[in-house]
């Protein structure tokens, strides 16, 4: 059972935020034993705006593979050449999808995001980086597009059109991928944070900002959904027929626990992370960052910018998301407020059950 009042407390808190003029808009959502158990809306926001994820998509990029995976029966030690022709010779799918490829920071740009030629296209030019091959270090956008390719190779379905047809439609979630610019109506738009002449971070996430690179649909940042529809996802992992148990344990196996490579704003640490197939785990090494501190070692999920944070807790039943439209110019909430509210957050909401 939700403990009524914890779940206030935490409600109260992002309200706060709202209503103090820090953020623009926001909501947040929990989940408990496959029900949504709270979904509140805050300032600039309805129950049917839907947000920019940021790597809070990744879940549902990795609830693709995991059911692909187990479908299909894919090994995955395979090599990603099986799939992609001339793809870097030795790099395995387990390497994608735990971002030890050494390709985090490989190119593909908007403009080449927008067909398979362009995209398979660079991929053909990529070359791992030696110093992080093997080792762990959150891939930008290479990862994303890699298991895009590998889903549609292995199914003849773009991810997108996997995701809305066979999770996010029997699940009755409104998250889509690749959004076409005519349905953004309901997108929050991303707010700018402090001064308006700060400048922008052009590696950052503002590259979003665009309605037509949204529409492209960069799988590791440019899901939308709603609150609801993050925590649901994860309600569906857990209780739904739509991946079968066995699929969810090997995704949320530990598979790598090391510290990561890269700055802070690209996730970058100085102590060790779990990963399983593209999710974070909070696994028994935690430290600080993504996870709530309340949680199980079994809890898994993403975080993403600004400050924006999701999980689920399969020891506890929980699973929760946090999503607000305000960015600092950098796009990334790393200074101490930004800090206090992530931990904050989460831990009250990790401690609801």
């Known amino acids: 059972m939700v403990d009524q009042r914890k779940l206030s407390l935490l409600i109260d808190r992002v309200a706060l935020e709202v209503t103090a003029g820090r953020l623009p808009s926001a909501q947040i959502a929990v989940g408990h034993q496959g029900e949504l158990a709270a979904f509140e809306v805050f300032g600039a926001a309805k129950r049917t705006s839907r947000y920019r994820l940021q790597s809070v998509s990744r879940p549902f990029v990795a609830g693709v593979l995991w059911k692909v995976v187990d479908e299909y029966g894919v090994d995955i030690t395979t090599p990603v050449s099986t799939w992609i022709p001339g ?29 398979r030629e362009s995209r398979l296209e660079a991929m053909s030019r990529w070359q791992p980086d030696p ?18 390719e590998v889903v ?39 707010a700018l944070l402090g001064r308006a002449a700060d400048e922008l971070d052009p590696w950052g996430p503002w590259y979003l900002e665009s ?27 857990l209780h739904s027929d739509v991946w079968s148990r066995d699929a969810v344990a090997q995704g949320i196996r530990p598979r790598a626990v090391e510290p990561v490579h890269g ?3 690209h996730g970058g640490t100085d ?22 501190a309340t949680a199980s ?25 946090f999503l607000t ?19 904050v957050l989460l831990d009250l909401a990790g401690d609801l059950a």
């Open 211 to 237: 309605a037509d690179v949204l529409a492209r649909g960069e799988p590791s940042h440019s899901v939308v959904a709603t609150a609801a529809d993050v925590v649901m996802h994860y309600q569906g992992m």
């Open 263 to 265: 700055p802070v704003e």
């Open 87 to 115: 793809f870097c010779a030795g790099i395995t799918l387990e390497d994608i999808a735990t971002h030890r490829a050494g390709l985090a920071y490989a190119p593909l740009g908007a403009k080449r995001m927008a067909t």
């Open 325 to 343: 439209n305000g960015y600092p110019a950098s796009g990334y909430a790393l200074d101490r407020w930004g800090k206090n509210l992530s931990t």
């Open 131 to 148: 110093e992080t091959r093997g080792h762990l270090q959150f891939s930008l956008t290479s990862s994303g597009w890699v298991i895009w």
């Open 152 to 190: 549609e190779s292995l199914t003849g379905m773009s991810l997108p059109d996997y995701l809305a047809q066979h999770i996010a439609g029997p699940l009755g979630l409104t998250a889509r991928l690749a959004v076409p610019v005519e349905a953004q109506g309901d997108v929050a738009p991303m």
């Open 271 to 292: 102590y060790p992370v779990s990963v399983g197939l593209f999710v974070t785990v909070r696994g028994e090494s935690w430290q600080d960052g993504w996870m709530p």
């Open 297 to 321: 070692p079994e809890t898994f999920g993403h975080g993403g910018a600004p400050c924006q944070q999701s999980f689920c807790d399969p020891t506890t039943g929980i699973s929760f998301a």
